[in-house]
């Protein structure tokens, strides 16, 4: 069975820093791409960013491009998203979703999707 499992959201203060995990399980990790992508309220689902397991490859969304760092621990099936300088505008459930393959272009090419975790950055 297929498990993305995402952890470490919560509650923090503008310009406080948070570290998502997301914890892979039941497909070949090294030959799939993990995005993270978040939704606030009211809002579209937005991509954040996304590396490639195969070769870490990384992309980010221009909105958190010098403040956000994906990372990929394939020992752990583990992807994280170090966030720092977090903004209120960054809270949202943020989720991990899985494509075998390289970093797609389209959200809907993800195959798999984790539950999310919520992230409430307070002014």
């Known amino acids: 069975e297929v498990q993305l499992v995402e952890s470490g959201g919560g509650l923090v203060q503008a310009g406080g820093s948070l570290r998502l995990s997301c914890a892979a399980s039941?497909?070949?990790?090294?030959?799939?791409?993990i995005g993270w992508f978040r939704q606030a309220p009211g809002k579209e689902r937005e991509g954040v960013s996304c590396i490639s397991s195969s070769d870490g490859s990384t992309y980010y969304a221009d909105s958190v491009k010098g403040r956000f760092t994906i990372s990929s621990d394939n020992a752990k099936n583990t992807v994280y998203l170090q966030m720092n300088s977090l903004k209120p505008e960054d809270t949202a459930v943020y989720y991990c979703?899985?494509?075998?393959?390289?970093?797609?272009?389209?959200?809907?090419?993800?195959?798999?999707w984790g539950q999310g975790t919520q992230v409430t950055v307070s002014s």
């Open positions: 039941g497909f070949t990790f090294d030959d799939y791409a």
């Open positions: 979703a899985a494509d075998e393959g390289p970093c797609p272009y389209s959200d809907y090419e993800y195959d798999y």
